[in-house]
């Protein structure tokens, strides 16, 4: 059976329990979310929930997702070796924001290859594709410090997508301050910052780190890599499937999941 016949399945059995779990309570806003809350069919991402942006698909084939209207977990790191799937992740996230009309959920893009969007730069909610080491990434943040001031006055969710922790080591002082005032407060103002890094080349950003409590991790070989990234010696890195399976990592808590079908 094809992850995308997986992927049906699994929400059509959503449907099917969503009178059995009417009062369950959800406790994160990243979770496999209430059945009676989902009515999603893929090839009609305006069936989605209003304000969720759908993760992956976990073990049970149920989807895992993030309420964008609750800031509690926090900026998002994505990390993982080289040919992980990183960028895919971050790729994915840019289509699945566009299942809502373009003025409720938009996306930015700050990535040192620009090239590799081309196609997510065509989509209506994207606000840009910017290269990381040319002036125009700083003004964008810029303008999402300053937009962050309206936004929770509104519906409207920023998402912003920095392809490249590791970027910032060799960047000015001013557009890392920036960066930290929105992993500190961009989520609680309805901006969402989502940023990946490859953990060998965390030697002289690890102090980052702490800004990140939820965490998408893709596959790392090296035990000594991935305990920057996790403590729990019971969970195995490695053994992720490179650029499909990824586990989500909050305290206390480790949920494996893959990238839904591009459909």
Known sequence: MSITDQFLLGLKAYQEIQAELKSEKVDSAISVVKRDELDFIPNEPASMPSGSLIL???EDKLPVMLDLYDPSPGPLLVAGDRGSGKTAVLQWLARASGAWDPGDIEFGVITPFPEEWAEQETLPNGLGIWPAYHPSAHQFLSKLVHW????????QVLILLFDGLDLLAGN???LQQELRWLLCHGPERQIWPVVS???AHL????????????????????VQNARLLIDDPRINLAD???GI???LSQPGSWLKF???PVL
């Open 148 to 155: 962050a001031e309206v936004l929770p006055k509104t519906r």
């Open 240 to 242: 992720l499937v490179p």
């Open 56 to 58: 992956g698909v976990a």
């Open 172 to 174: 000015s002082f001013d």
């Open 245 to 247: 399976q990824f586990g």
């Open 203 to 222: 030697s002289r950003m690890v102090n980052w780190l702490d800004y990140f409590h939820t965490r998408i991790l893709g596959r790392v070989k090296l």
């Open 258 to 260: 893959l990238l839904p």
């Open 197 to 199: 890094t490859n953990p």
